[in-house]
Each structure stands twice: as structure tokens, then as C-alpha cells.
């Protein structure tokens, strides 16, 4: 692992700021050391050095493509019926024959659109207002 401290050994200096380090990322042919300095101070990078870590995504689930991938065969959709068929399946909402829980209950009420939520006025808190000037 190299060292700043072997670097300016090498190098012949006398001293190094103890708050300069250099630090590595993990291994990878995409990825090159940056130099990090104290607090305030910018960092040194390229964009072009930037790269996902692996961990950081998932492969994509491939269906249907034989029993080694996991997923083969019935693509996880179970064997027979509705939901395993091709085609736009069951519409939102639908309970299987069952009588939807949305016809099941009436309508109840009136909703007016065009109302007003009023608020009550103390007359004596207006006359405060006015004679603070805050209204």
C-alpha cells in the first residue's frame, strides 16, 4: 500500500501537511486514486474516472428462459388460470365474480362543489385588529 509519508520520503522533502492523505478506491481497472485534502479543501478527480460499484444493482430477472435460469417454464406465473394467460388479465378492481366492494355499499350523500367553508368572526378581535393597525 503506498504511503504519503514514503512518497515524500522519496521525493526528499521535510514535511507533509497532516491533513493531506491519499486514498485508494478498491481495485478496478476503471477507478484511480484521488487525492483527498483537509476539510474545506477540493477534492482532485475526473469524471471520466467515475464508475458504479457493483453492489450498487441488481441483473435483471430474465423469464422464461429454461429451467437453469431459475425462472423457466412458467415464468412464475403459476400453472393454469387467468393471471397465467397471455393478454390484458383481470381489470382493476375485479374479485373474481364476488360482488365489488365499490356496488356493494350505496351512495351515501351529497357533495356540493360550489360551497363555502366559512369561518366566525368575533367582533371584538376585529375591532383589536383595527385598533392595533394589524388589519
Known amino acids: 500500500m503506498f504511503s504519503l509519508r514514503t512518497a515524500v520520503a522519496s521525493l526528499s522533502l ?12 478498491t481495485p478496478c481497472k476503471f ?3 484521488v487525492v ?6 477540493s477534492r482532485s478527480s475526473l469524471l471520466g474516472d ?7 444493482y441488481s441483473k435483471k430477472i430474465r423469464r422464461g428462459r429454461g429451467p437453469g435460469s431459475g425462472k ?6 403459476g400453472t393454469k388460470g387467468q393471471k397465467a394467460r397471455s393478454g390484458k388479465g383481470m ?11 365499490t356496488r356493494l355499499f350505496p351512495k351515501v350523500g351529497f357533495h356540493n362543489v360550489n360551497s363555502l367553508d366559512l369561518a366566525p368572526l ?3 378581535r376585529l375591532q383589536m385588529w383595527i385598533k392595533n393597525g394589524t388589519y
Not at 50 to 56: A, E
Open 72 to 77: 423457466g417454464k412458467t415464468a412464475g406465473r
Open 122 to 124: 368575533n367582533l371584538n
Open 91 to 101: 381489470r382493476v378492481g375485479f374479485e373474481g365474480g364476488q360482488t365489488p366492494i
Open 50 to 56: 467515475l464508475s458504479n460499484v457493483p453492489s450498487s
Open 31 to 33: 477507478v484511480s486514486p
Open 36 to 41: 483527498v485534502q483537509a476539510r474545506g479543501a
Open 14 to 25: 521535510r514535511s507533509v501537511a497532516p491533513a493531506a492523505r491519499v486514498a485508494f478506491a
